[in-house]
């Protein structure tokens, strides 16, 4: 926290950052829109920081006419729904420990307007989901500024739906609770990053030539016309969360990693049953999830996994021993542009060479521009404060730095 003196008005800072997950049991439809409070558990693995985070630095002062917000370095509207609830919510939080007399908590602070200012370390464009680290960033920031502590992913979920998740590191679930108001809508970690070190991510950007429907309005249209959804929520999640988690306990790479495929191919098959259908998939994303079954079926052995949210991009879930091989395959079928920029970000990846054997098991043609990169990267921890004052976004004047 930095106190500086700006024409004799003090002003608090903290700036903190938050992780992305991807989840491998989905959350796909809401029962409460307000609340976001879904139709079922899921189940996701936080991707490590150094390669994919929101950073977001919360300034409060008493010389600040209202409430104001950056992303990426453009001014947005504060007055949204989802920004709302959440500012609402940490105010309330942190006058309800003030009137129970905890200490620590900044009481000024309370009625001063806020600044907030957010940046990706990735691409706005990849089409990677950026709302769950935004929006658990956001929460984490505003409770370290307001003195609030404890139980925090009931505040993220009301900004959006997946970034109660983000509120955690490693294995963590959201377990989707049975009361109207939510109390118990919470997410939970299942195992710390530590637990499985060999776990790898690849995140395979697809060049995409339209933004697809949003997760918010498509999950909407599913709640309303389609009876797989419902049936999915009823009678498979429940089964398949107990499995899921018993897979990452027991570090069962081929339980899990056929439990994810299985869970996308279901999710993406809801999509296909809601009325008008919503296709997230391209012909790219299809090959990529070819490409998996025919790797796995030449070593007949499950060694890699995908998985697609609500967009073309397929994210890889593998072992450290096969990472160097699938990178190879991916770039023998993908062949990057050579138009200058690094195909492979994140985590070094050492080249390979691929056996003939292989190339002709999978017996796939080339693609060119069909994947733009890869991000290579792990399981990481949950949200933290970025001691460093050289990294807050915002100037002692309250607004972003030229860099944010
Ligand atoms: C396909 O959390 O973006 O990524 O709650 O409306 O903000 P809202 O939706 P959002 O939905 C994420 C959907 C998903 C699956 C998942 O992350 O579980």
Known sequence: ???????????????CS????????????????????PINSSLSVTLHQDQLKTTTTVACSRSFQEDRIWLNG?????????????????????????????????????????????????????????SAAGYACLVYTLSRVMGVEGELSEVSRQGSGSACRSM????????????????????????????????????????????PVGSTSGMQTSVETSSLLKHRADSVVPARMKEMIEAVHKRDFTAFAELTMKDSNQFHATCLDTYPPIFYLNDVSRRVINLVHRYNRHYRETKVAYTFDAGPNAVIYTLQQNVEEFVQVVKHLFPP??????????????????????KQAIGM???VKGISYIISTKAGPGPRVVEDPSEHLLGSDGLPKESA
């Open 1 to 15: 926290i930095k106190m500086s003196e700006d024409s004799g008005k003090k002003l608090t800072m903290v700036t």
């Open 18 to 37: 938050a992780p992305v997950n991807i989840a491998v049991i989905k959350y796909w439809g809401k029962r409460d829109e307000e609340l976001i409070l």
């Open 74 to 130: 453009k001014e947005e509207d504060i007055t949204q729904p989802r920004l709302q609830s959440c500012l609402r919510e940490i105010r309330r939080l942190a006058r309800k420990r003030r009137s129970d007399g905890e200490a620590d908590v900044d009481t000024a602070g309370l009625s001063h307007k806020v600044h907030i200012c957010s940046v990706n370390n990735f691409p706005t464009a990849a089409g990677l989901a950026s």
């Open 168 to 211: 955690y590191g490693g294995f963590v679930q959201w377990i989707m609770g049975q009361q109207g108001d939510g109390k118990d809508s919470l997410a939970q970690q299942v195992e710390p990053e530590t637990h499985w070190p060999e776990l790898r991510v690849l995140v395979l950007v697809v060049s995409a030539e339209r933004k």
């Open 337 to 358: 542009e050579t138009n200058g920029g690094q195909f492979l970000k994140g985590l070094p990846v050492a080249p390979t060479t691929l056996s003939e054997e292989l």
């Open 365 to 367: 043609e080339p693609m």
